[in-house]
């Protein structure tokens, strides 16, 4: 079943568009909505919502860039290397074990 553009009712909001079709592709139609606000307007609310995420990338790109995250990776292999996960979860393991048996306290 094709969807031609001429198939959708004509909407007082909507502008329609008719785009001919690539030679290797089958037919389409774009439907464009009229915008609310000016385009500055949008740009500015955009790059206000996207401000933390160059933050984030930037402090990530200056942490590889000093070494901090090799050095963070030789820190982690040496603990994990010397077993503290490992009593950590012992530990974490016993203390659970207690409360669900009765013998511990929460505030300790």
Not at 34 to 45: G, M, N, V, W
Not at 49 to 59: A, D, Q, R
């Amino acid at each position: 079943m094709r969807i031609s553009c001429e198939s959708f009712p004509p909407a007082p909001l909507l502008t329609r568009i008719v785009v001919k079709p690539m030679p290797s592709s089958p037919p389409y139609c774009s439907l464009l909505f009229p915008l609310s606000t000016p385009a500055p307007e949008l740009k500015r609310i955009i790059s206000k919502y996207l401000t933390p995420t160059s933050v984030v990338l930037t402090t990530l790109r200056e942490s590889f860039t000093s070494g901090e995250q090799a050095k963070f990776a030789h820190r982690m292999r040496e603990s994990v290397q010397e077993g503290a996960p490992w009593v950590l979860a012992r530990n974490v393991g016993r203390k659970i074990w207690g409360l669900l048996s009765g013998e511990g306290d929460w505030e300790e």
